[in-house]
């Protein structure tokens, strides 16, 4: 049976799976990702990592890393949370690393693909998937066109979507954007600027019933997301939107709110599903694993 490595570079740790056929992970490591002190330093973890993975029924290793990505070339063409990442050849770096082919994706995709391969998305062709966590990332697909990429690799880099012309400051650049109100920090923030008290998300979640100002943050997190994933099917049109990422943690708290609001707003809301992902740490690893078994495949 095919056996690949499957890594997923996050902000804070980089994890390492060895996943074959079916899915299954057979070995995991991971370790802190060090983006602070450059990509020299992520790329000697990545390689320690590999390292001990490896043995000699690996065929490929698949890698997913935030940024708009040249997944042909294997380029990372923009991204900002590890310095020195933006014009990196990822793809060269760890083949000349490891001696294995390599193959480079966006991390929101390969959380798609893994979905799509085993998920909530098993059973549809036209999937987008948004991930909540401390930024907004999303992923579009379908199976005839595969993965949507856009002609300068961010085709779908749905946290940037204006929500809010001119409104609040989002770390792209650009002022309005969803991620800097349907997002983790977003919470947070919201709820520092209220109170002056630093919280994380999951904890103001859980003040939903206790806490009045926690109750308006969240609730205002639910409306946007509501209006958000109503422009997100007006464009795409798809049978099922995913909504991954570590906010899902909290879902009990917001989901059935969600699903309410969403239905109020949207035009023919019956049509569409929405579902929570059903692989929240691991979806990075299966889903970078697998499309190095595509890959392969088709080389
Ligand atoms: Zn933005």
Redesign the pocket.
């Known amino acids: 049976m095919i056996k690949t490595i499957g890594l997923d570079i996050g902000g804070t740790k980089i994890n390492g799976a060895v996943i074959n056929e079916r899915g299954e992970i057979l070995k995991t490591y991971k370790l802190e990702t060090c983006a602070k002190e450059g990509a020299q330093k992520v790329l000697y973890n990545i390689e320690k990592i590999i390292n001990e993975l490896k043995d000699d029924d690996i065929r490929a290793i698949g890698v997913g890393t935030p940024g708009f990505i040249d997944s042909e070339k294997g380029i990372v063409t923009f991204a900002g949370n590890i310095d020195g990442w933006t014009g990196l050849n990822l793809k060269k770096e760890i083949e000349k690393r490891s001696g294995i082919k390599t193959f480079i994706e966006n991390d929101a995709n390969i959380a798609l693909i893994c979905e799509k391969w085993l998920g909530a998305a098993k059973n549809y062709d036209d999937v987008v998937m948004i991930t909540l966590g401390t930024g907004l990332g999303g992923a579009v697909y379908n199976s005839k066109m595969g993965l949507l990429e856009g002609a300068n690799f961010q085709g779908a880099e749905l946290?940037?979507v204006i929500l809010y012309p001119n409104g609040e400051y989002?770390?792209?650049g650009?002022s309005g954007?969803a991620?800097?109100y349907c997002s983790g920090s977003a919470i947070r923030r919201h709820y520092k600027q209220l109170t002056q008290q630093d919280k994380t998300g999951e904890e103001i979640f859980n003040l939903y019933e206790k806490d009045e100002i926690a109750k308006n943050v969240v609730n205002r997190f639910i409306d946007d997301l509501s209006w958000y994933l109503t422009s997100l099917r007006n464009i795409f049109d798809p049978e099922i939107i995913i909504i991954g990422g570590g906010v899902i943690n909290s879902s009990k708290i917001w989901w059935d709110k969600l699903i309410y609001k969403f239905n109020e707003h949207c035009h023919l809301a019956s049509k569409i599903k929405l579902k929570p992902a059903k692989f929240l740490n691991d979806a990075g690893i299966i889903g970078a694993g697998k499309i190095a078994m595509e890959r392969l495949e088709n080389e």
């Open positions: 946290g940037h989002c770390t792209c650009q954007c991620e800097a």
